[in-house]
């Protein structure tokens, strides 16, 4: 399974991006979908996630800003990212949280996609 993540780019801020995470085959079952940044010199961190039942949680830096949802077609993901920020510009990963079989659990990431903000 391969995660294909598409969307990043160069955006002045205050402006807005649309990421998006597709995965390259059928997964058995997924528990969690979410996206992670990583800056220059910074450890990855949760940006959002969205479990299988619809809850989300993001970080505190990104509430009322971004917004995560899954997509009509099986095994998608998107990320939402309006009034855009400096602080936001990373290396954007989405993640897959699930299971390839009934036994065993997987832990799927995407590539990654450059996401950088203009003051």
């Known amino acids: 399974v391969q995660l294909q993540a598409s969307g990043g780019g160069l955006v002045q801020a205050g402006g807005s991006l649309r990421l998006s995470c597709a995965s390259s085959?059928?997964?058995?079952?997924?528990?969690?979908m979410g996206w992670y940044r990583q800056a220059p010199g910074k450890q990855r961190e949760l940006v959002a996630v969205?479990?299988?039942?619809?809850?989300?949680n993001y970080a505190d830096s990104v509430k009322g800003r971004f917004t995560i949802s899954r997509g009509n077609a099986e095994n998608t993901v998107y990320l939402q990212m309006n009034n855009l920020k400096p602080d936001d510009t990373a290396v954007y990963y989405c993640?897959?949280?699930?299971?390839?079989?009934?036994?065993?659990?997987?832990?799927?990431w995407g590539q990654g996609t450059q996401v950088t903000v203009s003051s």
């Open positions: 085959e059928s997964i058995f079952s997924i528990n969690a």
């Open positions: 993640n897959v949280q699930g299971y390839s079989d009934p036994w065993t659990s997987q832990n799927y």
């Open positions: 969205i479990r299988s039942g619809g809850s989300t």
